[in-house]
């Protein structure tokens, strides 16, 4: 069926490092992957999504890369700070237009 | 501003009792979702809507029921028949069925006392 699998499902990373949390997906018509971070008792916001006809998207210190072959794409955060402390969801499109969500990562950033 | 309003944001309810959860926005947008958010296992799909008057069971819509007259609005009842309904609760609307992002709620945390 349509999965969404999400590692690690904590993350703690000291202040300035890098964070890198990865999702693999099963729907091979899956064409858009958005990533979401959601902060303690409100809803999830979108940092940055990607479509399936790019490898690679960059907005300042996230990234998202996309292996279609492999069907397994990453969230890359750059010089961490500690409001990036939240817990952070990857989703699939599938084929059948339903977003299919990731367990999520909780990631702890350490001053 | 344009978005997505739940209320209320904590609800509790009695073991027995039916309860409605509130989910407007004013996007303009013809699709809309309910997600059950519980620790530890990511957003489930209850229930969503492709346009007014329609709506399709998700992943998880036993003892759940909900309706679409606005466009606008898309109310999610929590029934007696649900058996385990304390969790957090994620109304989202999209442009269209399965086009790009789609924006959510706060969010309403129930919880049965």
């Known amino acids: 069926g349509e999965n969404v699998e999400q590692h690690p499902s904590t993350l703690s990373v000291q202040e300035g490092d890098s964070a890198v949390i990865k999702c693999t997906y099963s729907?091979?018509?899956?064409?858009?992957f958005p990533w979401y971070k959601q902060e303690l008792g409100k809803g999830p916001q979108l940092i940055i999504d990607?479509?399936?006809?790019?490898g690679e998207k960059k907005d300042q210190r996230i990234a998202v890369t996309l292996n279609k072959t492999a069907k397994h794409f990453s969230l890359h955060i750059t010089e961490t700070q500690p409001e990036d402390s939240a817990v952070y969801f990857c989703?699939?499109?599938?084929?059948?237009?339903?977003?299919?969500f990731g367990t999520g990562t909780r990631l702890k950033v350490l001053a | 501003d344009g978005g997505i309003t739940q209320s209320p944001k904590y609800l509790f309810r009695k073991e027995g009792q039916n309860v409605t959860l509130s989910c407007e926005q004013n996007?303009?947008?013809?699709?809309m979702y309910w997600y059950r958010q519980d620790p530890g296992q990511g957003l489930r799909l209850i229930y969503y809507?492709?346009?007014?008057?329609?709506?399709q069971k998700g992943d998880i819509a036993e003892g759940y029921s909900v309706s679409r007259e606005k466009k606008e609005s898309f109310p999610l009842t929590v029934t007696s028949a649900q058996k385990n309904p304390t969790a957090f609760y994620l109304c989202?609307?999209?442009?269209?069925?399965?086009?790009?992002?789609?924006?959510f709620g706060q969010g309403t945390r129930l919880t049965v006392v």
């Open positions: 989202a609307s999209s442009p269209y069925l399965g086009q790009d992002e789609a924006f």
């Open positions: 729907d091979s018509a899956s064409n858009y």
């Open positions: 990607i479509r399936s006809n790019v």
């Open positions: 989703a699939g499109l599938t084929g059948t237009y339903k977003y299919i």
């Open positions: 996007l303009n947008h013809d699709a």
């Open positions: 809507s492709q346009i007014v008057n329609d709506f």
